[in-house]
C-alpha cells in the first residue's frame, strides 16, 4: 500500500471501537430492530425526508437495471426506486424489517422486489447493476472488507448514504438534559470516499440538506419521539426547551429541522489511474 496521508479506514474503525455500541454486535442489532420496525417506519417511512437522495440516485437508473440494497429496512429506499428498475434485491439482517417491508410491496401492488433476510459479510448474492447502501454501515467495523464485497457485486454504479458529521438544533438540548448525543459526528461520507480512495477508487461526493419532521399530538409528544429513552423528567425539560423552534400543525405540534446528507458515488471503472 503507497503512504497514505491519512487512513480513513482506521479512522472509521477506531470511531466505532472508541464508542462501543451495543448495536455492533449483530444479536444485540437484530433484537432492536425487532422491537423498533414498526416505529421506524412511522418516523422514516416518509419518502418527503429523503427526495433529494432519491432524485440523485434515481438519475443513475436505466429501467432495465437490476438494483441490490443492502440494509433496505422497511423500504424507504427500495419501493420507490423499484418502481425505475426492472428488479430490487432487497438484502436485510432483520426478518422483522423484511417484514414491514413485504407487507407495504403487497399493498401496493409491487411485484419486483426479492427480500433476501442475510448478514452483508455472510450473504451471497449476484452482481446488479446498481447498489445501494442507505444509512446501514453503522456496524460493519471493517469498512473496506464491507467496500470491497459491494465494489465485487457493483456492474455499473455504487451508491452509500451516510450522515455527514452536522448537529441538528436539538442536539444542544439533548446534551444539555441526558447528558449525551448519540448520533455519530463523525464526517462519514468522507471516511467512506477515502477508504474507495485507498481501494485505488474515484467517487463523487455530494452532501444535500434534506428537511426532517417530527409531528406529535402535543409539545412532550414531539420531545418523547426525540428522546424515546428519556425520563420524565428530562422530557419535560425538552419539551420546554423544544418550545420555541416548534410549530402549530393540522395534526398538533411540527418540528422541521434540516438533515445534511452525504451521497458517495462510485461509477465502475473510475480509478486513480488516468489514461490520456
Ligand atoms: C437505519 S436502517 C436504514 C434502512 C433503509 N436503508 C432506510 O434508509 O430507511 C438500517 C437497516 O440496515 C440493516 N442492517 C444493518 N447492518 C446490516 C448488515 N450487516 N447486513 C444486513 N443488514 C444490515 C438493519 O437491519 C436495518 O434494517
Redesign the pocket.
Known sequence: MPDLPFDFAAAWANSMLQCPDVRLD?EA??AF?QKY?TR?DER??DTAV?AQTLAIIGDLLHPNDTLL??????????LPLGTRVRHVTA????SA??HVLRRKAYARGITNITLLE????D?VVEPHDVV?????????VDLRA?LEKMVTVTRRALVI?SGVGSSPPHRSLIEAICGKWTESLDPNHLLIAGTLWQMGLLADVRVVSETREIVGSTPYAVAQLLAPDASPDALDALEEGLLPLLQRCENGWRYAYPQMVGIVVWLSGSTLSVSV
Open positions: 449483530p442489532d437484530r430492530w420496525a421506524y422514516a417511512g429523503i440494497d443492502v440494509g433496505a429496512g422497511t423500504g424507504r429506499f427500495t438484502l436485510d439482517q432483520s424489517m423484511l442475510a448478514d452483508w459479510q450473504a445501494l447502501a442507505a444509512w446501514s454501515l453503522y456496524r460493519l464491507t448514504v
